[in-house]
């Protein structure tokens, strides 16, 4: 096998481990079985040094991402502003991160905008490099476990309008502590 196919399917397969980590959770059939659905594994089946024996019940757990082994609640939080400058769509955290998970926004007029945090430092775009709308538009970024930006520590999260035009939706964050 070349090596960039190699280098493919080793960075496939990782993040292939990295959603099912933040996708599935296992549960202790004795005490949470709500939701749970058997899974039936051959006590031979190795996969990536996993072996699995007997009756494995998951289930899909959306009320928490893992974050090495902690869990992490996801908020979510509406976005409704008109004015031009800086737009502050969630506070600082005192000692930690905001990482955003996902955002959907609708735009109602020509403007031009970029993310940025608190302390000054563009996060997603720049005061050079703008995302640009010629004409009333959406703007998304869909879910990623892993998040697409985040602030620096204790810095809020701002979306920075050059022109005025209303912005209407919904984003997704954790707190990285």
């Known amino acids: 096998m070349p090596a960039r196919a190699f280098t493919f399917w080793s960075r496939t397969l990782a993040m292939a481990d990295l959603l099912l980590q933040s996708a599935v959770k296992i549960v202790d059939p004795t005490t949470d079985t709500a939701g749970a659905a058997v899974l039936n594994t051959t006590p031979s089946s190795t996969t990536y040094g996993l072996v699995a024996k007997g009756d494995v019940k998951i289930r899909l757990a959306t009320d928490y991402l893992v974050n090495g ?3 992490t609640l996801p908020i979510r939080k509406i976005i409704a502003f008109n004015s031009t400058g800086n737009n502050i769509i969630q506070a600082g955290l005192p000692s930690g ?10 735009i109602n007029a020509a403007t031009n905008f970029y993310f940025r945090d608190g302390g000054g430092s563009a996060v997603f775009g720049s005061a050079t490099y703008k995302i640009i709308f010629a004409a009333a538009g959406t703007f998304a970024l869909g879910f990623s476990p892993i998040g697409w930006f985040q602030t620096n520590y204790n810095s809020d999260l701002i979306i920075n309008q050059s022109t005025t035009a209303k912005f209407s939706g919904n984003f997704s964050y954790v707190e990285i502590i």
């Open 69 to 71: 082994t902690v869990n």
């Open 97 to 106: 991160r905001i990482r955003l998970l996902k955002i959907w926004i609708r």
